[in-house]
């Protein structure tokens, strides 16, 4: 027994290094944008498209890709996804112009879209009971957390000691060696009932995801109400409605929608896709404040950004337990309140904000995203068979990606949007402001060129002028994530395994004496212990909860 216990254990390890292979990119991807805008030429939109590619790639086949690896067998989907993932970041390396690293980008995505789902669900099959899955993907959620840190940390000092290229194959040695150890101690797992493949299912969801995310990245640069973004949402749209339909009606769905029914399943959905948009767009802009805006280095950023990854990381450690025991609503509504007022205290920053300061500010982001992301992470697994757990991991994975695209797009697109505007309230000259205008990246090289240093104060306060505006779009969207989490969340532990809390004590009438016929004499009560289904599955719900 004590065996089974240790093996468990060590292949969450395993899990949680795939996670933070993956997850580790992105990190040092966004601590990369300024130097691949100068090594690369990578303007704006370059840069947007670096980032984005993974993510619509990813989230076009993550849903399509848990549901196959629920089919199939869930732990040679995860060797499948690391092997993609190796190949790409290795080429990542070697991209001589941006179009090249957008390309490997979107490959290392299609990667990850097979690897993410996938270790959700060998979660949930490992670890059955709620307080151990609890802990589980509380773990799971750290090591995300810890890629946040390491990531910048490790871009940084290839960065500043090689070159950029060097960071990407620190990512496909990481994932081979997960590799390795996956194939050692990973067990397979797979749909017992091994149901028919939903063909028309996993083309339309693909389709609808990607056509969804497509219309994201592409808006702001189109416009968000012109006809080309309207005619992509619209397609995106009459995509998700037909998947809807056909999997509502089709005998062995890929998924079943009614799981959005549920309300746990539902709020909590939207709970990650919110924090996410908020996060994603804010590290966008932050990477770039500390290097232009504050003059860090990459490496000295990089190292500045660790106690955002502790507070991530601790409170994914925390708050998981705290859900099981108090309710997800509870951990999830302070989670979304600490992040409202993280990102409201990043919107006053200027260029002379201390580092102290932002130590706190990213300490309390850190902790709304552990006690906002874990919990409804746990929550959403909770609600999903154990046999259908990887199109259920499938369903997280692609609202955190959903919503961090969104974020980026929205998020950059205002942040650039005044950036521009406040630039050119100070720069006059056309042939210095439209080259500046690219990006503050840009604005540094035109007052280079131009022996103008004015250039770099006007291009600074601007930056800061997006920066602001960006938190507060962030800091509105996590208020709608605290609403719509309070409102539909269930309050109570028992009632997020579909049972009703308990009456209080004084609210439960005393059952009446029963008295006989023929003497009056009263009748004692029965003493049979209740053995019904439902004070069963009460007592279990109890002993997750608290044993």
Known sequence: MEQRQVNRWLILVVLCLAVFCVMVATMIVNILLPTLNRELDASTKDLLWIVDAFNLVFAAFVLAAGSLSDRFGRKGALMTGLVIYIVASALSAFALNPEMLILWRAVAGLGAAVVFPTTLSIISNVFPNRRERAQAI??????????????????????????????????????????????????????????????????????????????????????????????????????????????????????????????????????????????????????????????????????????????????????????????????????????????????????????????????????????????????????????????????????????????????????????????????????????ARESVGAAFAVAEQTGEPSIVGFAQQAFIDGLQLGCWVAAGVCLVGFLLAAIYLPSHPLAEVGLEPPPPADAIAEPEALVCAECGSPIPAPTTPLTSARTVAIATAFADASD
Not at 184 to 199: E, F, N
Request: proline residues 5%; aromatic residues 10%.
């Open 138 to 435: 509380g773990m799971w959620g750290a090591a995300s957390g810890a890629s946040v840190a390491v990531g910048p940390i490790i871009g940084g000092a290839l960065v500043e000691g090689t070159e950029w290229g060097a960071a990407f194959l620190f990512c496909a040695v990481v994932a081979t060696i997960t590799l390795g150890l996956t194939a050692l101690y990973v067990p397979t797992s797979r749909d017992p009932s091994v149901p028919r493949l939903d063909y028309v299912g996993l083309v339309l969801s693909t389709a609808a995801l990607g056509a969804l995310v497509y219309a994201i990245i592409q808006a702001p640069d189109r416009g968000w109400g012109s006809p080309a973004s309207l005619g992509d949402f619209g397609a995106a749209t009459c995509l998700l409605v037909a998947f809807a339909i056909w999997e509502s009606h089709v005998e062995q769905p890929m998924l079943d929608v009614r799981l959005f029914a549920n309300l746990r399943f539902t709020a909590a959905s939207g709970a990650v896709t919110f924090s996410f948009f908020a996060l994603f767009g804010f590290i966008f802009l932050i990477t770039q404040y500390a290097q232009f805006v504050l003059g860090w280095g990459v490496l000295e950023a990089g190292l500045r950004q660790v106690p955002v990854a502790i507070a991530v990381a601790g409170a994914s450690l925390v708050g998981t337990p705290l859900a099981v025991r108090l309710g997800t609503k509870l951990v999830v509504c302070a989670g979304s309140l600490f992040l409202v007022g993280g990102f409201y205290w990043v919107s006053t920053c200027t260029e002379t904000t201390t580092y102290p300061t932002i130590v706190g500010q990213m300490m309390t982001i850190g902790i709304g995203m552990g006690l906002t992301s874990a919990p409804a992470t746990e929550a959403i697994m909770g609600v999903v068979p154990a046999a259908k757990a990887g199109i259920g991991s499938a369903v997280n994975d692609a609202t955190r990606e959903l919503g961090g695209t969104l974020g980026v797009a929205v998020i950059g697109s205002v942040a650039l949007s005044t950036y521009r505007s406040s630039l050119g309230d100070d720069i006059t000259n056309p042939a210095v402001l439209e080259p």
